[in-house]
């Protein structure tokens, strides 16, 4: 089957696990060029699997794991950097390194993948930090960054290259309110200035819902539901019903399986 134009990446009846573990049971699904898809579903559902695939981290262990046409499994070193290249990734908790300033570590992936003179270096990395609205804090340490500043100095170093798609591996996580909102509006806004395709693995709804163009959530390994959020919302599982609307017992259970409360407890049982 020939890649669809529209789609950067594709998932085409792919399985992964680890050992008999089994993470992603032959799913298939699509990002769209241009747009932001959202990645949802519950804790150990295989998000952040998909995103370690689309680098090449992990390998697919059946189907096609698809990069601008290109199926990223059977790459070999020289080809996966050059993919790689084209991606931006912002780790979960921003994983800045400690001993550079805000400003190199933005610098580094233009030093590292770039012949680039220095003096241009500075201005695109003072660009990408204006971007993320801290070129005034350039010269802090990532110690001297609150968790929401250290976030947008990790995206700015994401963002360096100019990546085609950029992945989010849950960038909401532990934001306070303001810095929630702040990230979640730049990743809308550098996705339509920059023309990226952005991708996001995210357990907080409401943002999630706003910004994105398309969310897919995962259960199971399988794609419990895809579309819009207005979809999405409508959605009649009951499993996605339960994630979207927070509920506390449904499909997924409040209480762990075991014993009945009569078994463990000795009740109803004659003397």
């Known amino acids: 089957m020939a890649p669809n134009p529209e789609s950067l990446v594709e998932l085409r009846h792919l399985s992964f696990g680890y050992g008999e573990r089994v993470i992603l049971d032959d799913i298939s699904l699509s990002v769209p060029r241009g747009k932001v898809t959202a990645l949802m579903g ?37 080809q996966l950097y050059a993919a790689r290249r084209r991606m931006g990734v912002l780790f979960q908790f921003g994983a800045l390194f400690a001993d550079l300033s805000a400003f190199e570590n933005v610098a580094f992936p233009l030093r590292e993948h ?5 003096a241009l270096i500075r201005d695109i ?6 971007a993320v609205g801290l070129r005034g ?33 849950e960038p909401f996580s532990g934001l306070d309110p303001i810095s929630l909102a702040i990230a979640a509006r730049l990743v809308r806004q550098l996705n339509d200035s920059m023309g990226l395709t952005s991708l996001f693995v995210s357990h907080e709804l409401e943002q999630t819902f706003a910004i994105s163009d398309h969310v897919i959530i995962l259960a199971n390994g399988k794609i419990a539901a895809q579309g819009t959020p207005d979809e999405v919302r409508r959605s009649t599982d009951p499993l996605v019903y339960q994630y979207v609307n927070a509920l506390s017992d449904g499909p997924v259970r409040f209480h762990y399986p075991g014993p009945t409360i009569e078994q463990d407890f000795g009740l109803g049982v004659a003397p």
């Open 114 to 118: 770039t012949d680039l003179p220095e």
């Open 42 to 78: 519950a804790s150990g559902g295989g998000k952040t699997t998909i995103l370690r695939l689309i680098g090449g981290q992990n390998r697919a262990q059946s189907g096609e794991m698809l990069f601008d046409g290109q199926d990223v499994t059977p790459m070999n070193q020289q």
């Open 125 to 130: 990395a003072l660009m990408k930090l204006n």
């Open 137 to 169: 804090a350039r010269d802090l340490m990532p110690s001297d960054l609150s968790g929401g500043m250290a976030r947008r100095i990790a995206l700015a170093r994401a963002i360096a290259l100019d990546p085609e798609l950029v992945m989010y591996d």
